[in-house]
């Protein structure tokens, strides 16, 4: 199967989603190149395995690397004051952030069969460790290992999309929409990414946000509690639809998480974003 890589809209709720062209071509000259994609390949899909592994561990992880070039730090935004209710929240949020994930800890235990049965129904899971697993884009047969770089929140964040947006999540579980590559990505362990993506982009390890960000997102904290995890479900969304604009395949991952963050971050700079639905990129959840 061939892919053509091309400029193109992803689907549009607003003229500001029109991907950027030079974003689009991979940020670098390819010409008439093609991609070739064979049906069947081990190497490609250790490849695939190794790819989404590194995104969240390692001392070369191509996504730290990227986040890094974009988590500089604005003096501008060292010295402002929270209000009480903004605090509350973020204070709340930190402690989340903390939480790893405990295979051996029962809620935790119910909380990843949860996700499964939003997932699949109608399907009985065999066990906490299951071949059944590699179905919802896990790496292996324990997706605890998957927790690794991002802990407990990245599980709820996935729940809440499921539970909130079952249209939506179904949609990218699914990959319904559009024309995709012959190599997906994974959907559980692009989520994870998803969650450390915004976490970095909005520096909430810090005491207080220090980057523009950061500081525009406390705003809709303090409009709405839920606001990181609705940004979670928009920012997957938005992935998915860079990625089928990009016509992207596994060896673009970063490349399409570099795009969708750079879009987020030009959301939540605008004006008349006031909350979490102000974003042009939340309609995406209802297209």
Known sequence: MRLRKRRQCFPSCSSIHRVDEDEVYWRRKKGGQELEWPHSSTHLISQL???FTNA??????????LFNRFGKRNEKFLDYTLSPIQQQRLRRLQERLQMPFDETHPDHQKALIKLWNIAFPN????GLISEQWKDM????????????????ISLENL???????????YRLLFKKDGNRATWEYPFAVAGINVSFMLIQMLDLHSEKPKNLPGYNFLKLLGEDEEAFDVLYCVAFELMDAQWLA???????????LQVT?????????LDDVHRIQDLPA????YK
Not at 246 to 255: D, I, T, V
């Open 261 to 269: 963050r750079e879009q987020l971050q030009r959301e939540l700079s």
């Open 123 to 126: 399907v009985v899971l065999t």
């Open 246 to 256: 990009m016509h992207a395949s596994y060896m673009e991952f970063n490349e399409v």
């Open 159 to 169: 729940l809440f999309f499921g539970q909130n947006y079952p249209v939506s999540f």
């Open 49 to 51: 395995a190794r790819c």
């Open 137 to 152: 884009g896990w790496q292996g047969t324990n997706p605890s290992t998957d927790f690794r770089g991002c802990g407990f």
């Open 282 to 285: 939340y309609n995406l959840l």
């Open 56 to 65: 969240m561990v390692g001392p070369r992880s191509w996504i730290g690397g």
